[in-house]
């Protein structure tokens, strides 16, 4: 199979079926961004890689972010991670704070913020340097050192935080935030502020089709099996209340952003991220749903 | 019918029923007190008072403050003040931050924790020395000078309030608290912190059984109807998630803390508040509810 | 005072005030029902009674009904009934399923669905005749053989009350329904059935002023105490989710009916009825409402 | 490998965690189950089998039954089903009235409850003689006629299925079910009693590894692509409130009922069926969630 004509298809058809979402508003940043953009990166774990359009422009990762975070924590803290949080997809449409405070703050998963929050308060306990030794292990997850904060965005989502501020209030009151609630909350926005491409992000999560190897350098950074249950819960919570949708639609393990990114894997095979910044109502890049149905009805590489 | 009596058989009464309940365990100023102190203070509008036991000490009037805040906001912005809290019962036993999400950051009613910490957002925005004008306010309903903030209760409180401050947090991701969190919980904790004693705080409920109209110095601090208003409220919200069974009980408007203190008035004839630190499952001092059923019982007095 | 003066400037105030509200649809005989149906009938406890426009006219009472099932199932049961629902307000505007789940098929009290199908239960139970021996027992609160089931109408809310159906089913799953559900609905859609007029209505609900003695033949049919705790749980539950709003605007306790009824009660004073069908988003009488409040302004006569 | 010694070692090693779990008390006929039972059948598509134990004994599929109810219906309906019922794990620990009313009747996907009666009221509408004729679409799964309704098993819990009464009663109070409640409560009841063994179960899976055609007898009874959609909703719903845990542990499609067993399949590969009759806290049989963890451990054969 040609992929390369495969993207190409798969641009062609998701241009013509015109669909229309819309931008985040909260964040002038992402607010103000081209509608227009679409790129796609795919790359196998063999060494080939394909694309089109916009794949090399850096865009906000935003959630995608949680997938980092949770990794970092994960080779710190080990399986009594899950103490202090699940991995239960959260169906809840109404975002989380009655789902954490019925479960006494313990976030359903490390994808929804909630959970994110608490990794973010494990890596400020855990990194000498939170911020910079985080943007170090992103970039060495990507193979390159061209990964950045964006500090306007960073800030820009702090000064409307309030309700992760509740959030990280909400747990501390329970007890399952160690530090200081602004730390993590400035963590936590930086981390989602961080910019990449799709080919960048592609690269980055190769290491979960490889089984925990980082293709570049060969480096196992988490075991074949703590492998399997990360992307085990990218496919149960990586879409927010679509997870099911998406697993129906694509069937691939994954993990959306609002930034409008998506990136998702075929285990032993391939990582590919699509970009698009407009959204549907579950905060979901339209055209990056649509990017990924395609791939794998044309290829018939789901994992079902 | 003797009155002085009637107190004195409550006393009486209520010791021998051997009534347990808890002290709060979150602030240590609270969880050490005595939980024998017991003290109650009937005061008519006709000039007369009856009171027993611990009737003259000082003690944290906790959530009793949400009164005191209620009325002075009610005072600044009259029936507007409806568009940022309700006016009716919270049902719900699981605390508020599932309700207040749900109903988009609106506490139910002014005498809920969400709901105080709103009222003390416009509290901080009309006065100018918010904490000492606030007080003033306290000493001049009761007629004394000897009212005081207990600052090492106030900041012990403020060291664990995190879900206090989800709650504002969540209120302010709505758009319906104005000034900076750590000033409105700076004021509400202070509130929370005041110290009166029974005789004090029956002095100063006085004006609710008297259509508003202070009875020491006959100024008109809330018109009839306004006064009505907030008996109303009172009576449906005073009591937790408790309200329906202490009007089931007693059949009083009134409001109770978590310092084990109640106050209640019977409307066109007296005030009374009576002090017990041990509470039931709910907050609510078990003594002091079993005292105030007794009163209604022996004297006829309830509203219905 | 002229209460006929005051009736007759509440009607003329509430006509020219123009309010809007909607019929139910759910029951054909609601729906297709005069809109401009209105009407109003005090009755004071020396044997004055006052009224204007269609006070006798008959209407269905619906839940209003529920006061009556509570009283009969209370002479039976006395204070062990809150073993089986509760006396607090519901505070929850999505009918009472997720409640009802929650607190493990305990109603939250006797004036909403759930607990009223609860009380119909313990009548089923109890009654030789249950619908013949009820329909009794309201003729004799009321002082009229006058009284009758519109059959038609219970049939057509017995045809579409799956609803109710849902909520006795999951009480019968939490062992708190004894009888068949098809028997207890039937019961329960029968009673809402009732027909009644203002002036029925008024007579009937007269025996909650005067402590539990029925006026026209002195009997005593609940103790003076159990009459108190009646008239409590009318004021914090009889008006669905809108308990608060009516307190505060009327301050009386009372019951309103889906079919534009609402009756209300001053204890050692009055009862009063009011009719006109268009309703709220509350289901509560629009003009029922402000004509109960302007009544309790013009009279100065509200319980706080 | 040989799967045969890596099922002994898995029986010894299961055997040898001493795992206890409790029987689900509210069936006299699954309550009485001995739980020592133990039996494990795994098929491969190209025709080999693996077993121990009780795996050719019959027991109770409970749960099993909706992913047939759900093929079923989705035969008749194809996408249009999903206007309906959705595809979502429910997320929701205390059962689905809760959220089922929340969200308007629409269950959250047929693999709960609520989902299942819905998808039984499709199949009482669009089947001649519904349970004749499910269960022939059963044996013909399962390529044996030796299939069998147990009706003592459907009327025991015909007889105490108040809260399946409720949902269906509420989801028609939604307008989303079009049969008599009964009849729908009766057909669900049957197809939760059938009686099927480890052997039967995998022969009756094999159909979802093989891409939707019957391996018996090459008989497409689902299209690829939806085949993939019924894996994927399996691995989404398959396990109550406890997916993510599976998916985290197991990583593969399947379903679980609590008469103990788990079916589960691997694309392209194989399906397996293990039956051990003691569950955990969330109905999951707890051996058989160990003997599946373990099989995927020792294989390596996850989706993921």
Redesign the interface.
């Known amino acids: 199979m040609d992929l390369q004509e495969v993207l190409n298809d798969i641009r062609t058809e998701v241009l013509d079926a015109g669909l229309k979402g819309s931008l985040p508003d909260y964040i002038p940043e992402l607010a103000n961004i081209d509608p227009e953009k679409f790129g796609m990166h795919l790359q196998t774990l063999d060494g080939r890689s394909f694309s089109f359009g916009d794949s090399q422009e850096k865009f906000s990762i935003q959630s995608i972010s949680k997938v980092f975070t949770l990794v970092k924590a994960f080779q710190y803290k080990g399986s009594i991670l899950w103490d202090r949080v699940?991995?239960?997809?959260?169906?809840?449409p109404?975002?989380s704070?009655?789902?954490l405070?019925?479960e006494s703050g313990i976030p359903?998963?490390p994808l929804i913020n909630a959970g994110a929050l608490l990794t973010a308060d494990i890596l400020v306990s855990e990194l000498k340097n939170p911020k910079l030794d985080f943007l170090e292990f992103v970039r060495s997850l990507a193979g390159s050192r061209e990964v950045y904060y964006n500090e306007k965005v960073a800030y820009s989502e702090l000064s409307c935080s309030?309700?992760n501020?509740?959030?990280v209030?909400?747990m501390?009151?329970f007890g399952n935030i160690q530090n200081d609630?602004n730390l993590v909350l400035d963590f936590y926005c930086h981390a989602c502020s961080i910019e990449m491409s799709c080919t960048e992000l592609a690269k980055a999560f190769l290491v979960f089709s490889n089984h925990g190897k980082l293709p570049h350098d060969q480096q196992q950074i988490l075991s074949?099996?703590d492998?399997?249950?990360i992307?085990?819960?990218m496919?149960?919570?990586g879409f927010y209340?679509?997870?099911?949708?998406f697993?129906?639609r694509v069937?691939l393990?994954g993990k959306s952003g609002v930034g409008g990114g998506i990136v998702a894997i075929h285990?032993s095979d391939y990582s590919v991220a699509v970009w698009a910044p407009e959204l549907n109502g579950k905060g979901n890049s339209v055209k990056g749903m649509m990017a990924l149905e395609l791939l794998t009805?044309k290829t018939?590489y789901?994992?079902?």
Chains 1, 2, 3, 4 share one sequence.
């Open positions: 699940g991995v239960e997809p959260s169906g809840d109404f975002n704070l009655q789902q405070e019925f359903r998963n309030h309700r501020a509740a959030m209030n909400l501390k009151s609630v074949v099996s492998t399997k249950r992307n085990s819960i496919h149960a919570c209340d679509e997870v099911g949708m697993s129906y069937g393990p285990p009805t018939g789901s994992i079902f």
